[in-house]
């Protein structure tokens, strides 16, 4: 892991190095997230959405997931109701340009683990940034 001494100081501190794989590891490198942005590709907006998704993900960690999005700017988060407070979660332009990394995810799957089922593409994002 490359070390951060003589790292210019507008660097963000919460990244472990200046490694551009480590850095988007940091934002995305866990099982959920890159699922959650897989699901806003393919129009899902609310959180009973998120939740109906094959994987199950549990509640806390969606909501932990989404906030963690908001604040890296990858999606944005809009009010629909105030009473109960209820909101849908759209990708911003910053998180649309991940759709060519959930591309290429898909077609090394498709290459190398059997029995994978995909869309043959994905729909084009609402995106509000």
Not at 16 to 22: F, G, L, N, V
Not at 43 to 52: D, I, L, P, Q
Request: net charge positive; with cysteine; glycine share 6%.
């Amino acid at each position: 892991m490359e070390k951060k001494p003589n790292v210019d100081p507008s660097f963000p501190k919460e990244f472990r190095s200046t490694c551009p794989i480590a850095c988007v590891l940091d934002i995305l490198g866990d099982k959920w997230t890159l699922l959650v942005i897989r699901d806003l590709f393919l129009n899902k907006h609310r959180y009973g959405e998120f939740t109906e998704s094959p994987e199950g993900i549990p509640t806390n960690i969606l909501a932990d997931r989404l906030r963690r999005l908001e604040a890296a700017g990858i999606i944005r988060k809009v009010l629909y109701q105030s009473n109960p407070p209820r909101a849908e979660y759209y990708l911003t332009s910053k998180g649309a340009d991940l759709g060519r990394v959930l591309g290429a995810m898909r077609k090394w799957a498709e290459r190398h683990v059997p029995g994978v089922m995909s869309p043959e593409t994905f729909p084009q994002p609402e995106i509000r940034d």
